[in-house]
C-alpha cells in the first residue's frame, strides 16, 4: 500500500514580510539546536545553531530564539524573499557531548507569495 | 566553497540486492554522518562514524546495513539486502568537530522494487 507522509504545516508569507516558523523540542538534555532549510530535490542547508546557554542569536536576515522553560526553538526571518520558499526543520543534539546524533523536527513549508 | 558530494544522484535496485551509496565528506571534516529521509517525512539519523569506527547508530541502523571509508576521501554506506521500506533519500553529512555544524550532501534516491 501507499505509505502516508506527514503532513507538514504550511506559512505563507508575502514578500516583504517577516516569518516566524516554531518548533518544540523534546529532550531536555539538548545543549545544541540548529535550523535546516530544504529545497526540493536538495540536502538540508545550514542556516544558523545556538547553543543552550545562548537565548537568542543572530545571522543575516535571520535570528533563532531559544526558550529552554517551554522547549521552544523559533527562526524568524526578515524581509522574507521568493527564494526563502522550502521546508524548514529544525534538529537538536539530544546527547551532548557526543557525536551529534542529530533528531530532526517535522518541518515547516515556507511558502512566499508575490 | 568546499561542499559534501554523493553518487549517483539515483539508484534503482531490485529487492535483495546489495548497494554501495557513496560519499566523498568536506576534506578537512572529521566526523561523517548518514541519514535518510523516506518521501514526505522527517530526516531520520541512521549512523555516525568517526575515528575509522562506528560512534553511534539507530535502530535503524541493523545488520543489513554498514559504512566504510575506504580511503582517504571516500564514506560509504552499503545495503545488503534491500527491502522496499529502504527506498528513501539518503544524505551524507560531515562536519569538523563532534559537536559542530554538520554539512549535508546533495543526497542519494534510493528506489528498491
Known amino acids: 500500500g501507499e505509505s502516508v507522509g506527514l503532513h507538514l504545516p504550511t506559512l505563507s508569507v508575502q514578500e516583504g514580510d517577516n516569518s516566524i516558523i516554531n518548533c518544540a523540542y523534546s529532550?531536555?538534555?539538548?545543549?545544541?539546536f540548529i535550523w535546516y532549510k530544504q529545497e526540493s530535490g536538495k540536502g538540508p542547508q545550514f542556516i544558523i545553531d545556538?547553543?543552550?546557554?545562548?537565548d537568542k542569536r543572530q545571522g543575516q536576515r535571520v535570528t533563532v530564539l531559544l526558550n529552554k522553560t517551554v522547549k521552544h526553538l523559533s527562526l524568524q526571518i526578515a524581509a522574507t524573499q521568493p527564494g526563502d520558499s522550502a521546508v524548514y526543520f529544525c534538529a537538536e543534539n539530544p546527547d551532548p557531548g557526543t557525536a551529534s546524533k542529530l533528531t530532526f523536527g517535522t518541518g515547516t513549508r515556507l511558502q512566499v507569495t508575490l | 566553497e568546499p561542499e559534501v558530494t554523493q553518487t549517483p544522484s539515483h539508484q534503482v535496485t531490485q529487492m535483495g540486492q546489495e548497494v554501495i551509496l557513496r560519499c566523498v565528506p568536506i576534506?578537512?571534516?572529521?566526523?561523517f554522518y548518514w541519514y535518510r529521509q523516506i518521501l514526505g517525512q522527517k530526516v531520520e539519523f541512521l549512523v555516525s562514524f568517526y575515528n575509522n569506527e562506528i560512534s553511534e547508530k539507530s535502530e535503524i541502523f541493523d545488520d543489513q546495513f554498514s559504512v566504510e571509508r575506504p580511503d582517504g576521501s571516500n564514506f560509504t554506506l552499503k545495503i545488503r539486502s534491500t527491502k522496499l521500506e529502504d527506498s528513501a533519500m539518503y544524505f551524507c553529512a560531515s562536519s569538523e568537530g563532534n559537536d559542530s555544524e554538520q554539512f549535508f550532501g546533495p543526497g542519494t534516491r534510493l528506489t528498491v522494487l
Open positions: 576534506s578537512n571534516h572529521l566526523y
Open positions: 529532550n531536555s538534555a539538548s545543549d545544541y
Open positions: 545556538i547553543r543552550s546557554n545562548m
